[in-house]
Structures are given as C-alpha cells and as structure tokens.
C-alpha cells in the first residue's frame, strides 16, 4: 500500500469517550502533521513531527494528545472531546527538509463526530 | 486574521473552457504557494505549486500566475474537464520552515458544466 493511509475514515464518539486516530504514511517522509477541517474554514495545522520529534502545537486543548513513535507513524489521541471539535481530521506528510518548499501529501482524513 | 484568502466559494465553468480560480495574501513573507484539489470523501491533493522566484508556473492544462505586487495568484485550468469539478485550495508558506508552515485558504468549489 502506498501513501498516506488514516483510519478510522468515520468515527462517531460520546464526550466522554477516548479513542485514537491513526496515520501511517509509505513515502519515506520524515515529518508529518495533523490538520483540522472545520465547516467553512481553512485547513488548520495542528501539529507538526519532524524526525518523530514534535515541532510545532499550535495552540491545540490538551485534550488532543499526539503521538509518534516513527516516522511512518502518527496517533492522535481524544479524550473528552467537545461537540465542536466534530470536523475532518487530515494527516499529511512531506519530505520534511527546510528550504525545499516541497509539497505535503494528505491522507483521506477521518470524519469526526462528537455527540 | 486569515493570511490567504479565496473570496469565491464557487465556480462554475463551461466544459471545455478556461477556469481561473484566485487567491490573495496578506503576509508578504510567503515565497512560496502551492494549489491543492480535493474531491469529496478524500484528501487534498498537491496540484502545482510556484516559487516566489517566478511568476509563472505551468504543468499541462495548469499555469498558476504569481503577481507579488498585489499578493495575488491565480490558477488556470484550460481546457476544463469534467473531471475537474472538485474544491481547490490555495496554501502559502515561507520555504524556510519547508511545509511546517502550510497556510490555507477555505477553498473554492468548480464545477464543470458538460
């Protein structure tokens, strides 16, 4: 399998809930990133691993937890999550080496509802 | 504040003629934009890109145009294919930080008429 690959595709939780999503990219990219898609708003960066090292948060409630423990893989973990934080959840990969300006490639992303 | 901005929402073309979708920023520190294709129930898909460097880039029916003065750039897509009928999205950032920094617009639906 090639790409970048996210499961679920559909995830439905309760408030109270825990559950993870999951990414797994097949490019040999060294960084990757988590971004949120919300109703009629930008793709917004949420966070960034480069070298499995994270780089960047940005402004993210704690209650997303990412984790990656390589650089083929990356979780995101939800815990109490809030009805408006249902939205498209896309990871993405790049090469990961600054001043390239290279192209991120994206997973199909998980469609999130919070009930 | 939204650094990248894509005013239309939507688009709808002719089959067989020219779609121009346009994108403006404010942040005169991007040099570098990339456009993005998404079809439903999918993710993004790199399209073209252009370096502040140029102010033309073109890869078969796409040219993207660059016009630094006015911080705006362009998308060109001729002939239109129904195929093409997707949300496009415009993203910018400073090359130095690689892709840490990719800036989205909120994207313009085209529709291709046949």
């Known amino acids: 399998e090639t790409g970048v690959t996210q499961t679920p595709r559909h995830l439905v939780m309760g408030m109270t809930n825990k559950k993870s999503l999951k990414c797994e990219q097949h490019l040999g990219h060294n960084a990757m990133y988590w971004y949120k898609q919300s109703a009629k708003k930008p793709l917004e960066l949420m966070f960034v691993y480069n070298f499995k090292e994270q780089t960047e948060n940005n402004s993210v409630p704690s209650r997303f937890s990412p984790e990656c423990p390589n650089s083929s893989h990356l979780f995101l973990h939800l815990h109490t999550l809030q009805p408006e934080d249902s939205a498209l959840y896309l990871c993405a990969s790049s090469q990961g080496l600054r001043g390239r300006g290279t192209e991120a490639f994206f997973g199909q992303g998980t469609r999130l509802t919070v009930v | 504040d939204q650094q990248v901005k894509q005013n239309s929402p939507s688009l709808s073309v002719q089959e067989g003629r020219i779609s121009i979708l346009n994108c403006d920023y404010t942040n005169s520190m991007f040099d570098y934009f990339l456009w993005y294709k998404k079809y439903p129930a999918e993710g993004p898909t790199f399209l073209i890109s252009i370096s502040s460097i140029k102010d033309k880039n073109e890869d078969g029916r796409f040219t993207v145009f660059l016009n630094k003065s006015a911080k705006h750039l362009s998308l060109h897509i001729v002939p239109s294919q129904p195929g093409d009928s997707a949300v496009y999205f415009c993203?910018?950032?400073?090359?130095?930080?690689?892709?840490?920094?990719?800036?989205f617009g909120t994207g313009t639906r085209l529709t291709i008429i046949p």
């Open positions: 993203a910018a950032t400073k090359s130095n930080f690689g892709n840490e920094k990719l800036t």
